[in-house]
């Protein structure tokens, strides 16, 4: 299953690196969020620590559903969903590839996204808690916003769909995420920082398998 999935991967990587039309979106949006808010917020009135986390999710947030919504486009603009369907594999191993190419994407536009946070509001640093919750988050956006990018690629507004479904679902989840990453920048103590970091694994633990078991069944409706 592992291989299968590792095969579908690697086409969608050496897609992106012929194209590299799905990174550039992402980073160039996420880099945009951040401007805006670097020219919206006095940062002589409100503390940049307090501020940082919510500015640093809704980067990834926004900038993750323009990947997300690229996930199946291709096979579908090509017709090429049918062959992978037809293909002698598990459904679930089609799923289990892209959600590993949107967490590879992911990554890599946080990667960027967080040192440019860190100058553009005089940020010294962010500690160590940060990458439990970026990770976490990653896997719990990419989870979900797989499936739903399945069910929405076939739709005339896919654009507007996705994002549409995407976010009231996620809505506790993203709120978990800039709690957690509070602890990064300093503003929360550990212990305040760890019931948030429980949800967000037990959200990404049921929503992965639930993803995976009903992906099949999602892409042939």
């Known amino acids: 299953m592992l291989a299968k999935a590792l095969v579908i991967l690697e086409k969608d990587l050496r897609t992106e690196l012929r194209a590299k039309d799905v990174l550039t979106a992402m980073v160039y949006f996420a880099l945009l969020v951040l401007v805006i808010f670097n020219f919206a917020i006095d940062l002589r009135e409100v503390s940049a620590e307090v501020v940082a986390p919510g500015i640093l999710w809704v980067s990834i947030a926004f900038a993750s559903v323009l990947g997300l919504n690229r996930t199946f486009v291709r096979e579908q603009e090509r017709s090429a969903i049918e062959g ?49 919750s970026l990770l976490l988050g990653t896997i719990g956006f990419a989870a979900v916003g797989t499936l739903l990018a399945a069910l929405a690629v076939n739709t005339r507004t896919r654009e507007v769909m996705l994002p549409v479904l995407l976010f009231p679902l996620l809505v506790p989840f993203v709120i978990a995420a800039v709690k957690s990453t509070g602890y990064a920048v300093g503003t929360i103590a550990p212990a305040a920082a760890l019931p948030w970091l429980n949800l967000m694994v037990a959200f990404d633990l049921i929503f992965t ?13």
């Open 84 to 132: 992978l369907m037809l293909c002698p594999i598990d459904r679930s191993a089609i799923y289990l590839g892209k959600f590993i190419g949107n967490v590879v994407f992911m990554l890599l536009v946080e990667a960027v996204t967080v040192p440019l946070l860190l100058v553009m509001f005089n940020l010294t640093a962010l500690g160590v808690g940060l990458l439990p």
């Open 209 to 221: 398998v639930v993803s995976y078991l009903i992906f099949g069944y999602v892409l042939e409706e």
